[in-house]
């Protein structure tokens, strides 16, 4: 089910939002996108959508960025790890607040095996409360130089599958207003009296049918 904190800030203050990855009934990962869906015209919020979008792209591009001694993960807005390409029995650092601290992204550290670490961090657009973060992980003793790199390119990747989530979401926002929009000016042309007035909505779904629906009442009503 859908965050119903997210849903609310879509439709009463137009803001959008994903929730956290989580595992689907095949154990793959996803999340969902919502977004505000407001009039063309007038701007006015009509509703919202929402997209459940598979993290397994996600974890592909993880594990394409990771190199030679290094880790890669991907950190919620809490820092709880999301994915990651490291191997099974690998753990987390305890203590990520360096990464963090008076606005750092590159900072070292003790690894979750005691070992020390440097990171680096870069957050993933649109940058807001919720942002996840890109975590490029490595042995101190290892060239710093390649992990950034590494972190540029995976920050740029999931940009760009988010990206285009948020694109395909406002492509389907705009099939459904337009409709909507005719549904609403028959409505109010009927409501004024001029019965010969008829929707031109193309079928195929429920808002044709409804069109349809629509124009024989109005040939009823005009006879």
Known sequence: P???????????????????????ADQQPLFSVVLPVRDPQSFQLVGALAAEVSGARLRQI?????????????????????????????????????????GQSVAEYVGGDGQRVVGARAVVAPIGAGSWSVVVEQPSS???TEATRSLLLLAALVTLV??????????????????????TVGARELAGGRLDHRIAVPPGDELGELARTFNDMAVRLQG
Do not use: N
């Not at 904190?5 to 994903?18: H, I, N, P």
């Not at 394409?64 to 987390?92: F, H, K, M």
């Not at 988010?162 to 549904?183: E, K, N």
């Open 2 to 24: 859908l965050d119903s904190a997210l849903l609310q800030g879509a439709t009463s203050f137009g803001q959008g939002g994903r929730t956290a990855i989580t595992r689907g």
């Open 142 to 144: 290892a060239f710093f």
């Open 62 to 102: 993880l594990r394409l960025g990771g190199g030679e001694q290094q880790t890669v993960y991907l950190l919620d807005s809490a820092r709880g790890v999301q994915l990651s390409d490291a191997a099974p029995g690998w753990r987390p650092p305890t203590d990520l607040g360096p990464l963090f601290r008076g």
């Open 162 to 183: 988010s990206a285009a989530s948020v694109v395909w979401a406002l492509m389907q926002s705009r099939r459904l207003v337009g409709p909507i929009q005719a549904l």
